[in-house]
Each structure stands twice: as structure tokens, then as C-alpha cells.
């Protein structure tokens, strides 16, 4: 299975697969390409410095449609089987999600439906949660909405402030990501409405 990575920023998702990849945890899973829509995206440096082909379309005040169709065109030069968005600050347009329907997954920093959009984190410590964490989920025409692959959830210790609460739910991005492509490289489950049910073997 070919994974498309889009980024936008630092790219701590991404290296977290590469090194997943690297390990044998993902055995049959290759990165095909590391996609970019931010010149200066700290990821798109790391993956050119460890050798993955890369690719930059700068989004900004270009059309959605037009920059999600060059986007699109990429992966499928890979061959990318699936699309997965690890910090990528863009919406899709309808297009791109139609043309890799249930083949995008998007990692997300709360246990969503909770707190969707930006600065989750800050969002989840402000309305004083006591359990937080992520969510690797399908991507779907809605803001962080589609069908759920995988969640890791903490508890917000006493000590924590908006920043310490974010680095250990991080933490737990770069274990969930692995563990959702594990899932879905295996092809051993169904959907059921919005349930994603992993078949036994
Ligand atoms: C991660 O915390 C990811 O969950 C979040 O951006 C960060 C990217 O970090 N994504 C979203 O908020 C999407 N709505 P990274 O570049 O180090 O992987």
C-alpha cells in the first residue's frame, strides 16, 4: 500500500510513520510522496533531508478546486493508494474527497466529535475536560467528521497547562496514526453506517 502524506508544518505525524515504516510495524506500507502545501513546512524539509520524493503546490490565493486537482494528479502519478492528511491546514474541496472517497484519513488533536476545528488542544484544556486525546478518522465532505478509526484518550493531570496538555496528546497522535494504517492497510474490516468494525482474521 502507497501513502500519500500532505503537511502543512512541522510534520511530527509524518516522521512518526516514517519511523513506523522504518521498524517493520507497517509491514506492506511505502511513503510514495510527502506533499506540501507551505514552502517553509518544517516536514517538507525533514522528508527531503530522509530521501522521500516530495512535492510543494503553494495554496495560498490560489482556488481551492484548481490546487486540490494538482494535488490529486500527484498522487495518483504515486500511485497512492491512500491519502493521509498529518497536519495538513487545508480544507478539501469536494473533488479531491470524491476522487480518494474513503481513502483519506486525517489525524485530529481531541476526541472528536469534541472540539473540532482549530487549536483543539487549547480548546479541550479552556472548557475543562478531564479526558482528552485524538482521533485518526475517515475524511468526509464535513469538518472533521468522518467515520472513526482510532482513538487514544488521557487524562488532563491537575499540572497540565494548555502546552503540556498538547505535547502528551501528540504523543499519542504518533501512536494512533500507525495503529489506523495498520487497520486500514489490513482491508480486514467494514463500515457499518459510521462504524468502522475491524473483521476478524
Ligand atoms: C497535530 O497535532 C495534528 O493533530 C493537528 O496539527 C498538528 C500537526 O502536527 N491537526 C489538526 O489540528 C487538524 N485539524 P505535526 O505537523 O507535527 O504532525
Known amino acids: 500500500m502507497y501513502l500519500g502524506i500532505l503537511l502543512s508544518g512541522r510534520g511530527s505525524n509524518f516522521l512518526a510513520i516514517a519511523e513506523s515504516i522504518r521498524a517493520g510495524r507497517l509491514p506492506g ?21 530522509l ?8 495554496s495560498k490565493s490560489r482556488k481551492r478546486a484548481e490546487h486540490d486537482a494538482d494535488v490529486a494528479a500527484c498522487l495518483k502519478a504515486h500511485r497512492v493508494d491512500l491519502v493521509c492528511l498529518a497536519g495538513y ?3 478539501l474541496s469536494p ?29 479541550a484544556f479552556a472548557y475543562g475536560v478531564k479526558i482528552a486525546g485524538c482521533t485518526v478518522h475517515f475524511v468526509d465532505e464535513e469538518l472533521d ?25 501528540l504523543a499519542e497522535e504518533h501512536i494512533a ?7 486500514v ?17
Open 177 to 183: 496514526y500507525t495503529e489506523a494504517i495498520r487497520r
Open 51 to 58: 530521501g522521500y520524493p516530495t512535492a510543494l503546490y503553494i
Open 95 to 123: 473533488e479531491f474527497i470524491a476522487a480518494f472517497r474513503n481513502r483519506i484519513l486525517n489525524i485530529h488533536p481531541s476526541l472528536l466529535p469534541a472540539f473540532p476545528g482549530l487549536e483543539a488542544q487549547e480548546q
Open 29 to 49: 506500507v511505502e511513503i510514495a510522496v510527502v506533499i506540501s502545501n507551505v514552502a517553509e513546512a518544517p516536514g517538507l524539509a525533514a522528508a527531503r533531508e
Open 145 to 169: 467528521h468522518g467515520a472513526i478509526v482510532v482513538q487514544r484518550a488521557i487524562s488532563v493531570l491537575e499540572e497540565d497547562d494548555g502546552p503540556s496538555l498538547a505535547r502528551r496528546i
Open 89 to 91: 491546514m487545508r480544507l
Open 185 to 201: 492497510a489490513s482491508g480486514r474490516y467494514e463500515m457499518r453506517g459510521r462504524r468502522f468494525v475491524l473483521r476478524q482474521p
